[in-house]
């Protein structure tokens, strides 16, 4: 691996965490940038340990375990996913692997997958009513005014 795709990698994975887990992640960066703070100022304290060396740890270190800890518990209560969608992907893989569909086609039952695990999807109540406000803001009918123009 060389380091543009080692530097691509990060930078995906880092997307990732914003994305799922902004407000984690946001936290474990500043968890970090903090421990440095601390570990600075405690820097003459911990120079008298000669068993470890502080120096060594640097604040990209600080905050990955910052990033690390605060999505830690977001990831060990991740939902599974339903055996039947797991079941429906080794089918069309296996059906694709076997040639006896085109790849064509098996882009075409991923679609018709992805559209039934939609429309399977439940919100919770607040969702809900968040979501209905907002296709009640999104279908209301323009004003008399603008539409005789």
Same mark, same amino acid.
């Given at each position: 691996?060389?380091?543009?795709?080692?530097?691509?990698?990060? &930078? %995906?994975?880092?997307?990732?965490?914003? !994305?799922?887990?902004?407000?984690?992640?946001?936290?474990?960066?500043?968890? @970090?940038? =903090?421990?440095?703070?601390?570990?600075?100022?405690?820097?003459?304290?911990?120079?008298?340990?000669?068993?470890?060396?502080?120096?060594?740890?640097?604040?990209?270190?600080?905050?990955?375990?910052?990033?690390?800890?605060?999505?830690?518990?977001?990831?060990?209560? &991740? %939902?599974?996913?339903?055996?039947?969608? !797991?079941?429906?992907?080794?089918?069309?893989?296996?059906?694709?692997?076997? @040639?006896? =569909?085109?790849?064509?086609?098996?882009?075409?039952?991923?679609?018709?997958?992805?559209?039934?695990?939609?429309?399977?999807?439940?919100?919770?109540?607040?969702?809900?009513?968040?979501?209905?406000?907002?296709?009640?803001?999104?279908?209301?009918?323009?004003?008399?005014? %603008?539409?005789?123009?």
């Amino acid at each position: 691996m060389n380091q543009e795709s080692v530097t691509e990698f990060i &930078r %995906k994975s880092i997307n990732i965490l914003f !994305v799922s887990n902004p407000r984690g992640t946001s936290l474990g960066v500043l968890i @970090g940038v =903090i421990l440095d703070a601390l570990l600075g100022l405690a820097s003459p304290i911990l120079k008298t340990v000669e068993a470890l060396n502080f120096g060594a740890i640097k604040m990209w270190h600080l905050i990955g375990l910052g990033v690390v800890s605060m999505n830690l518990p977001c990831y060990l209560r &991740r %939902k599974e996913v339903d055996q039947s969608i !797991v079941k429906a992907i080794e089918y069309i893989e296996e059906q694709k692997k076997n @040639g006896s =569909i085109s790849d064509w086609q098996a882009n075409q039952m991923y679609v018709n997958l992805h559209n039934k695990v939609l429309e399977s999807v439940t919100l919770d109540l607040a969702t809900q009513e968040t979501t209905s406000s907002l296709d009640e803001l999104v279908t209301q009918p323009q004003s008399e005014e %603008k539409s005789n123009k």
